[in-house]
């Protein structure tokens, strides 16, 4: 079946720096990939849409220049987390879409994000 | 987006069946009922979609009914691996007759499975 994978898995930064999470589709060309945010015991928030080739678009309450995603080649996109606060850490998880027409979207693994 | 209402929680044994709902009442014409699970610190895996017609697949049945503003997720002999979160959710067709809309996760149905 088709796989997306992220790296890295998890993380572990200092308050104030920058991490930067992969996605990559790695049997498919995607043309939309996804980012969630997920809390603990909690859902899978949608925070932007990322098509390749162009900006991204946000979800509403989601800051642009604090998570910027770049979708550069049709298998890889990036969310740069920058300047991490403790309130950051979170399990980030991309999707990407395989199929246009029926919508079949697979899901990486996801990365823990702990900032100290 | 039109939104989709489970139960909290379902507990049931090991290799019965199982039978997942989820109200839709506000379901447009073109939205795919769309299921996906997932396990503790794993991303959600895809377990099933359909859009009018019942859908088989390996892993599920899918049950819709017939005005659409219901379904069931069938899981015909549970596991102890199919305990997990499972999230009904629909997708509206994007522009051109494709389907894009993006995935918006609810609450989800915490299911347990006993041994």
């Known amino acids: 079946g088709a796989v997306v994978s992220q790296h890295p898995s998890r993380v572990i930064c200092k308050s104030g720096t920058s991490v930067k999470i992969e996605c990559r589709s790695l049997?498919?060309?995607?043309?939309?990939m996804f980012w969630y945010r997920q809390f603990p015991k909690k859902s899978l928030m949608l925070m932007a849409t990322s098509n390749e080739g162009s900006k991204a678009t946000y979800e509403q309450g989601v800051e642009k220049d604090k998570f910027l995603i770049n979708h550069a080649s049709l298998t890889l996109s990036t969310l740069t987390v920058t300047s991490a606060h403790p309130e950051d850490s979170s399990f980030y998880i991309c999707s990407a879409i395989r199929d246009q027409r029926s919508g079949e979207q697979f899901f990486g693994p996801g990365t823990r994000l702990t900032v100290l | 987006d039109a939104k989709t209402t489970q139960p909290n929680s379902m507990e049931s044994n090991e290799e019965e069946p199982v039978h997942l709902p989820c109200n839709h009442s506000t379901i447009s014409g073109t939205d795919y009922i769309h299921w996906y699970r997932q396990l503790p610190s794993q991303g959600p895996e895809y377990v099933i979609h359909g859009l009018t017609s019942n859908v088989n697949n390996r892993m599920a049945s899918l049950a819709i009914a017939e005005d659409r503003k219901s379904s069931t997720l069938i899981l015909h002999r549970a596991t102890l691996r199919d305990a997990a979160v499972y999230y009904c959710?629909?997708?509206?067709?994007?522009?051109?007759?494709?389907?894009?809309?993006?995935?918006?996760f609810g609450q989800g149905t915490i299911l347990t499975v006993h041994p």
């Open positions: 959710i629909l997708r509206d067709r994007g522009a051109g007759g494709t389907s894009y809309g993006k995935l918006t």
């Open positions: 049997d498919f060309q995607a043309t939309t």
